[in-house]
């Protein structure tokens, strides 16, 4: 079998069959769909009924929550495909955003993983552009994720050999956590073009906000920092954490910082990313916001570094 498209769903029978009217039209005969109902309390489980007679659509029904990371971690086990789809149950896909990530996967064997840009709709609309090229990936990794969980397709022999699983202690960050651990043995990259819709709600942002959320991404910028050899501490590092979207005051920072974190991360891209002028002008960008002042949509910040960049 080729594709496994999985869809982990726990409450949200509200959205789940605009999820997977999305993907029935694009299954062929060599994919499959796999749905993992979470110990839904809603009536998820009546609404999943009807598709137990669809021959390539298989569900899984957990007796009690366990956590989205662990849900994905079995995903990871139940799968046939070579390659493995998310898409989460409150997002939906375009028509033809299967067909084109597997040609991509076809095509380059180098790409372990290929997401897209991303819109939101509910509490926010917006379009989400992310880097396309693998060292673009790369560099806006070391702020934050880039890679869309319900945008992504992977190899799935690639995360199975290197023994790659989601981490349910570093939630809501664990796909963040999970890519960036898949990128260490094969590149990563996305289509230039929306390929999925991704759902806003009004508590993600009291969610992203908390202290276990921030906990987990400074633990996952600071791995980041020291697996690439750049050493930030003290002031340099709270710049950095402002950059990605994590709160550190509301004072600018002082313009010393400001320029010994420049000179380091400047001689980053020049040591591990060939010194692209893109990667210095985003640099630039991203430390003109250091000199302001956060202001008040900072959750919005936070949210776009945790689940993708914008």
Not at 19 to 32: A, C, F, M, N, T
Not at 205 to 212: D, K
Not at 278 to 285: D, G, H, K, N, P
Request: proline share 6%; aromatic share 8%.
């Amino acid at each position: 079998m080729k594709l496994t498209i999985v869809i982990p769903t726990h409450n949200c029978a509200p959205y789940l069959l605009t999820s997977i009217g999305s993907v029935l039209p694009q299954l062929e005969r060599d994919s499959e769909l796999l749905i993992i109902n979470d110990g839904s309390t809603d009536n998820t489980r009546e609404l999943l009924g009807p598709f137990t007679q669809y021959p390539n659509v298989r569900i899984t029904e957990n007796p009690r929550p366990s956590g989205l990371g662990n849900v994905r971690n079995q995903a990871l086990a139940l799968a046939r495909g070579r390659y493995l789809a998310w898409l989460d149950a409150d997002d939906f896909s375009t028509a033809d955003r299967f067909r084109r990530q597997m040609d991509v996967l076809d095509s380059k064997p180098h790409i372990g993983a290929v997401g897209s840009h991303t819109h939101t709709f509910g509490k926010l609309h917006e379009l989400w552009r992310m880097p396309l090229s693998p060292d673009h990936i790369r560099f806006r990794m070391i702020f934050g994720n880039c890679m869309m969980n319900s945008t992504c397709m992977f190899r799935l022999d690639l995360a199975r050999r290197h023994g790659l699983r989601f981490n349910q202690d570093l939630a809501p960050a664990e796909d963040y956590d999970f890519w960036l651990r898949l990128a260490q043995h094969a590149e990563l990259t996305n289509v230039d073009d929306v390929l999925s819709y991704y759902r806003l709600h009004a508590n993600q942002a009291t969610h992203l906000q908390s202290e276990r959320s921030r906990n987990a991404l400074r633990s996952i910028l600071g791995r980041q920092l020291s697996e690439n050899n750049l050493p930030l501490v003290g002031r340099e590092f709270d710049l950095h954490l402002r950059l990605a979207g994590l709160p550190q005051g509301d004072a600018p920072e002082p313009a010393d910082i400001i320029r010994r974190y420049r000179v380091k991360m400047r001689a980053h891209i020049s040591r591990r990313l060939g010194a692209d002028p893109e990667l210095f002008r985003q640099l630039e960008e991203l430390l003109g916001r250091a000199v302001k002042p956060p202001g008040r949509r900072r959750w919005r910040t936070l949210l776009r570094r945790v689940r993708g960049w914008f």
